[in-house]
T-cell receptor, first 112, second 115 residues
């Protein structure tokens, strides 16, 4: 099982739609969780950290379920500018030390 | 405030050539990282430096060396480039200091092609 898994995508949705992405992680000791977005041929940029109680930033809501080792990202009222790849990031303990582990990403295309 | 700055943006090398990718951050961050990103593989950690004067191997360190020159700068060197090192390389930094949710900040990336 991969350490961080995400919906394979791609997701193609019309403007204004609500879309949800899912992410599961295997290391129950993980303490830090993030969602990043990556535009084509650009660097990953922090979208939001994910807190245990869940958190919201405008149209974006992140949830964490530690018992199920599951993270979600909900985007409401999708905009064309939301088109990007969304990366789930978890800190983990690897053989070479503790560090961030990136999921493979889920690509979103918001269509006019 | 420039954040994380990487140079060069693009590079083409012949097999066996060497080069150094430069990275500097002006956010007074303690930790710095080098990742590579390949299609279908996601981001993989090459080397990292938890603080000035220390460096550690990540998931895919073979064929690379690093230097943490000072708190601001962290360079990645390819001594003898191979086609398998064709990739997009990202430098990143993080504040740490016990902040659990301290995120990574990335540079713009270097697109390297080895022929």
């Amino acid at each position: 099982r991969k350490e961080v898994e995400q919906d394979p995508g791609p997701f193609n949705v019309p403007e204004g739609a609500t879309v949800a992405f899912n992410c599961t992680y295997s290391n129950s000791a993980s303490q830090s969780f993030f969602w990043y977005r990556q535009d084509c041929r650009k660097e990953p940029k922090l979208l939001m950290s994910v807190y245990s109680s869940g958190n919201e930033d405008g149209r974006f809501t992140a949830q964490l379920n530690r018992a199920s080792q599951y993270i979600s990202l909900l985007i409401r009222d999708s905009k064309l500018s939301d088109s990007a790849t969304y990366l789930c990031v978890v800190n983990g303990l690897k053989s070479w030390g503790q560090n961030f582990v990136f999921g493979p990403g889920t690509r979103l295309s918001v269509l006019p | 405030n420039a954040g994380v700055t990487q140079t060069p943006k693009f590079q083409v090398l012949k097999t066996g050539q060497s080069m150094t990718l430069q990275c500097a951050q002006d956010m007074n961050h303690n930790s710095m990282y080098w990742y590579r990103q390949d299609p279908g593989m996601g981001l993989r950690l090459i080397y990292y430096s938890a603080s000035e004067g220390t460096t550690d191997k990540g998931e895919v360190p073979n064929g690379y060396n690093v230097s943490r020159l000072n708190k601001r700068e962290f360079s990645l060197r390819l001594e003898s480039a191979a086609p398998s090192q064709t990739s997009v390389y990202f430098c990143a930094s993080k504040l740490d200091r016990g902040q659990r949710n301290s995120p990574l900040h990335f540079g713009n990336g270097t697109r390297l092609t080895v022929t």
